[in-house]
């Protein structure tokens, strides 16, 4: 079975960061994209960032400048460096990979950003 680990949430205060990683038991390249959803109490899922197969990056407008999807192809690792990060930013953190029968979740982790 394919599974998503995920690791790197915490609590951190406004300005700092936190870089998030998503483990994936096959090759990146199996998948049609490798992404990173977020969802706050009370609000819908939305996609935060995404990475292509050829290594096309991109992201939604509240975090453009301040975050950055990368990949680990040998460790079969996707990566989301968040900076700069805001009381608004806080919400659980998916990792989603979907093949083309398949859509496929990590766990979540819960990022607060609070002083």
């Known amino acids: 079975q394919v599974q998503l680990v995920e690791s790197g949430g915490g609590l951190v205060q406004p300005g700092g960061s936190l870089r998030l990683s998503c483990a994936a038991s096959?090759?990146?390249?199996?998948?049609?994209?490798m992404n990173w959803y977020r969802q706050a109490p009370g609000r819908q899922r939305d996609l935060v960032a995404s990475?292509?197969?050829?290594?096309?990056?991109n992201y939604a407008d509240s975090v453009k400048g301040r975050f950055t999807i990368s990949r680990d192809t040998a460790k079969n690792t996707v990566y989301l460096q968040m900076n700069s990060l805001k009381p608004e930013d806080t919400a659980v953190y998916y990792c989603?990979?979907?093949?083309?029968?398949?859509?496929?979740w990590g766990q979540g982790t819960r990022v607060t950003v609070s002083s």
């Open positions: 096959r090759s990146v390249f199996r998948f049609k994209a």
């Open positions: 989603n990979a979907p093949d083309y029968f398949f859509d496929y």
């Open positions: 990475i292509t197969k050829d290594g096309t990056a």
